[in-house]
């Protein structure tokens, strides 16, 4: 038996769509496997209601297929689905840490990133390693078609999740086909600036880079509260926001010493909005861990 706990992890970052993510060191789901004839899931905790036990359409049951390893898996989970804080992503992390240890099958963890991205694919219909990528690695992580580079770094965050839900196929439908020649020069730099910030764990420069004027602008009106919660994060000292993932959850990136102001600010601009909210008080953390064998 062993159990991995993964992290919850939040792709886009603004500037990065569908290359940058981060591990984020709250909240995580918890994976036990056992070796078994054949695989079952069973899902307790946060939103388990809404996760698949039919393992053909559960990422954990995908990669212990991908992988060749039958188990009985048990996925407590921590990070509600469909929140845009890399659900599917967790249990997808921690279950190909648990089945590679506990099969003893000698994967490396980008090898293990390749796998995860199979089991999102299975159940998502597209490959994206932008969320099992820093849920196995840790840190920063930037996602290219056949590479991942990541970068330890701990920077201060609040990820907060209102209890509404987005759709990612929905998501996906606003952003635009194409940028402007402006756009894409002003993105290269956001980006390029976001990684500078992540290579010196400095808050100031991450949350520069954290700006987008393309993705997260299509997409802020299907987050209800956005542009009232970002502004109240921005007063209260975050140095960037933006739409975690597909949303509905918002990340700010702060300094430690105002992330509380942060978070209550967020939390009473959702409640303005009639939008029931909690909020994450958090850093980048580290991967996917074996806590049990
Ligand atoms: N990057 C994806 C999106 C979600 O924003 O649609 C996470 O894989």
Wanted: glycine residues 10%.
């Amino acid at each position: 038996m062993v159990t991995v706990r993964a992290p919850a992890s939040s792709a886009n970052l603004g500037s990065g769509f569908d290359v940058f993510g981060l591990a984020l060191g709250r909240p995580a789901d918890v994976v036990r496997v056992e070796r078994a004839e054949r695989t079952t899931i069973e899902a307790t905790g946060v939103g388990s209601r809404y996760v698949p036990e039919d393992p053909t359409e559960n990422t954990a049951g995908v990669v212990a297929e991908e992988l060749g390893t039958p188990a009985r898996i048990r996925i407590d989970k921590g990070v509600r689905p469909s929140s845009g804080l890399g659900s599917s992503a967790a249990s997808a992390a921690a279950a190909a840490v648990a089945l590679n240890e506990c099969y003893d099958c000698g994967l490396t963890d980008r090898e293990l990133v390749r796998v995860a991205a199979e089991g999102e694919a299975a159940v998502s219909g597209e490959a994206h390693a932008d969320n099992v990528a820093p849920a196995i690695l840790g840190g920063f992580t930037v996602v290219t078609d056949d590479d991942v580079t990541q970068i330890d770094a701990s920077v201060p965050l609040v990820a907060c999740l209102p209890e509404t839900v987005v759709s990612t196929r929905d998501a996906r439908q606003v952003i635009p086909d194409s940028v402007s020649r402006a756009d894409h020069v002003r993105t290269v730099g956001d980006a390029a600036t976001l990684t500078a910030g992540m290579a010196r764990d400095d808050p100031a420069v991450v949350g520069r880079g954290l700006r987008d004027g393309a993705v997260t602008e299509s997409r802020a009106s299907l987050v209800d509260g956005y542009d009232a919660v970002r502004e109240a994060a921005l007063d209260a000292g975050a140095t960037g926001v933006a739409i975690s993932g597909a949303g509905p959850s918002v990340l700010a990136v702060c300094r430690e010493d105002v992330r509380r102001a942060v978070a209550g600010a967020m939390l009473d601009a959702f409640a303005e909005a009639d939008v029931d909210a909690r909020a994450y008080q958090t850093a980048i953390g580290k991967g996917a861990t074996v806590v049990e064998r």
